[in-house]
């Protein structure tokens, strides 16, 4: 997950160039938009369907059904990695550069009432020694701090441009992500979304903005761009799909499908 940049300031940029090697080498979604402003009601549309709530600062239980609640219903596994995250299965508020509300399977009361569930809440610093392990969950939601998603400006840094903030995660990206996608494992039947939550304020086209939807996999049409309009339940609901679960929760059981990039 990525945040807060409108697609016209991502794809083509400068300030990106591992994130458009990837659109132009696997598949991109050239007309997909986020749901709403701000981030938290698009992170919940990607889980639950639903935008649940336009409050950052929300800190209740959500009981609507969700990806975690239908996964592990089919058997599959799951984790969230959030980079900066304090510790193993910690569900309370913002912490440095760690912010709940992009982080939405803490807010799930199947998590927060399992001490099992709890436990797929891990740092980022998991992520690469479950790769190396080949231990990685089915189902992964990988979340960077704020000074690495362009949310803010690079640590280190009081006052910044968005291309700093684009470069900034770009370079993340590319050192944290580079090494999953050339992963054996993955280059067998991976698949990677990077999409970002919403677009700059100023466009709220389709309730969140036009915004970039880049997805990596073997298994999807190379070199592929579609124009069909998507949104984050799409979305929801193609990852979901392929991993052979079948009850989508929310809006995403009714989305467009996004069987087009399948070759």
């Not at 016209?8 to 300030?15: N, T």
């Not at 995660?169 to 999409?195: C, E, H, M, R, Y």
């Amino acid at each position: 997950m990525l945040e807060n940049a409108s697609y016209s300031d991502v794809i083509g940029a400068a300030s990106m160039p591992y994130l458009n090697s990837l659109a132009q080498k696997y598949a991109l979604a050239r007309n997909y938009y986020a749901n709403t402003h701000p981030s938290i009601g698009n992170y919940f549309m990607l889980t639950t369907g639903q935008i649940l709530t336009n409050d950052d600062a929300f800190s209740g239980t959500v009981s609507a059904d969700n990806v975690v609640r239908e996964l592990t219903a089919a058997g599959k596994t799951w984790k969230s990695y959030a980079e900066s995250l304090p510790s193993v299965g910690y569900t309370g508020g913002d912490q440095g550069a760690y912010l709940r509300h992009h982080n939405p399977m803490t807010y799930f009361s199947d998590v927060q009432n399992s001490g099992t569930q709890q436990a797929n809440l891990v740092p980022f610093t998991q992520f690469p020694i479950d790769l190396a392990a080949g231990n990685l969950p089915n189902y992964s939601f990988i979340v960077p701090n704020v000074y690495n998603d362009a949310h803010n400006c690079p640590a280190g840094m009081s006052t910044c441009t968005l291309a700093q903030k684009l470069s900034a995660a770009d370079t993340w990206l590319q050192t944290n992500i580079g090494p999953l996608i050339a992963d054996a494992n993955f280059q067998k039947s991976g698949l990677l979304i990077i999409v970002f939550d919403e677009a700059e304020t100023s466009d709220a086209t389709n309730g969140g903005g036009h915004v970039a939807a880049v997805l990596v996999s073997p298994q999807l049409k190379q070199a592929y761009q579609s124009t069909t309009l998507y949104q984050h339940q799409s979305l929801e609901r193609f990852s979901m799909e392929m991993l052979g679960v079948t009850t989508i929760p929310g809006a995403g059981s009714t989305a467009p499908d996004m069987s087009e990039f399948l070759p």
